[in-house]
């Protein structure tokens, strides 16, 4: 698939090829018009016959694959393409808890960008590439990030060349999958509690990307240490992930890094590897001290049996500060 950045807008162009960039399609996205209630008012068109609608602070929705999926969109002030933040919750839980919990889209509007919360079929993310009876379609919400990316690109909302993905938990999972297997849609990739899928759901990072990885150091749900063989789960099955340390250093291989190095700041540990050929690019573990299953500097109660969740890092501002960074 060709990169979202050679679909955008771009004055420079002939109206000729314009058009016809604009006019080529997303792999896997498809419009579904039979449905009712499939187009929301005010929409426009969008990848492949996709729609969707926007609008500061609100609900839209998009067709992919023949489905109808929403998203929550908070726009910051002021006109053009602005950087562009895709935010995946955890499993079990949605776009509005993830907003409460992260509170994302404040402190990025205060940097000038522009959040998308997707929300997951059945509360949850396809994470890996395991056909299950709840997901047979393993690459689906691959290609419904795409389809989110392409609208807010062509409907000049987005900047094609500052894209970033982050997640929860496996909302993080998801975030890394994206930019493992879409390394040319994305400048930029955080985890928060959320590691690499491996076994008969691996996920293999595909080409260069700048990734930050925050983990607890005493997370009892997804442990540091990664899961190779979790329990059997009769609706949705969990999937194995490797380590955290072990998810980042397959990005950095990915990205022909040099040699890690790793600093002890207050209240967390820092590896750094920094990116073959791209002096800003690096890939980032941050392991936080008496830490759980929660996202770091969160005043959200996290629930019962997910650990502590530590103020010694504030994960909101750490990741935006990681993307705008890279560019």
Same mark, same amino acid.
């Given at each position: 698939m060709r990169s979202l950045r050679d679909l955008a807008p771009n004055p420079r162009r002939r109206p000729g090829a314009l058009l016809l960039a604009l006019a080529l399609p997303l792999a896997g996205c498809a419009a579904d018009p039979g449905r009712p209630g499939a187009t929301p008012p005010a929409s426009s068109?969008?990848? +492949?016959?996709?729609?969707?609608?926007?609008?500061? !602070?609100? $609900?839209? #929705?998009? #067709? =992919?694959?023949?489905?109808? #999926? %929403?998203y929550l969109l908070h726009r910051p002030a002021g006109a053009g393409p602005r950087p562009l933040v895709v935010a995946f919750h955890g499993r079990g839980s949605d776009a509005a808890g993830l907003r409460e919990q992260t509170r994302l889209e404040k402190a990025a509007a205060a940097r000038g960008m522009l959040v998308a919360y997707p929300e997951g079929l059945g509360r949850g993310w396809g994470a890996g590439t395991w056909k299950t009876k709840r997901r047979?379609?393993?690459?689906? %919400?691959? $290609?419904?990030?795409?389809?989110? =990316? !392409?609208?807010?690109? $062509?409907?000049?909302?987005?900047?094609?060349e500052r894209v970033y993905v982050a997640g929860f938990s496996n909302g993080g999972s998801m975030a890394l999958r994206v930019a493992a297997e879409r390394p040319g849609l994305?400048?930029?990739?955080?985890?928060?509690?959320?590691?690499?899928?491996? !076994?008969?759901?691996?996920?293999?990072?595909?080409?260069?990307?700048?990734?930050?990885?925050?983990?607890?150091? %005493?997370?009892?749900?997804r442990p540091l240490a990664g899961w190779p063989s979790p329990p059997p789960d009769p609706e949705e099955p969990i999937l194995p992930t490797r380590?955290? #340390?072990?998810? +980042?250093?397959?990005? +950095? +291989?990915? !990205? $022909?890094a040099g040699r890690p190095v790793t600093e002890r700041e207050r209240g967390y540990d820092r590896t750094v590897w920094r990116l073959g050929g791209d002096p800003a690019g690096t890939v980032q573990l941050l392991v936080v001290h008496d830490a759980g299953h929660t996202w770091p500097g969160s005043s959200l109660t996290p629930p019962t049996g997910f650990g502590r969740t530590s103020g010694a890092l504030d994960a909101t501002g750490t990741v935006l500060d990681f993307f705008a960074a890279g560019r």
């Open positions: 068109p969008t990848a +492949a016959g996709a729609t969707a609608t926007a609008g500061p !602070g609100t $609900r839209e #929705r998009i #067709r =992919v694959d023949g489905r109808t #999926r %929403d047979p379609d393993p690459g689906l %919400d691959v $290609r419904f990030t795409e389809a989110l =990316v !392409g609208h807010l690109v $062509r409907t000049g909302l987005a900047d094609p994305v400048a930029g990739a955080a985890s928060v509690s959320g590691q690499l899928p491996s !076994g008969a759901a691996a996920v293999e990072p595909t080409g260069p990307v700048p990734v930050m990885v925050v983990y607890g150091a %005493d997370d009892p749900v380590s955290a #340390r072990d998810s +980042a250093e397959a990005f +950095a +291989a990915a !990205g $022909r």
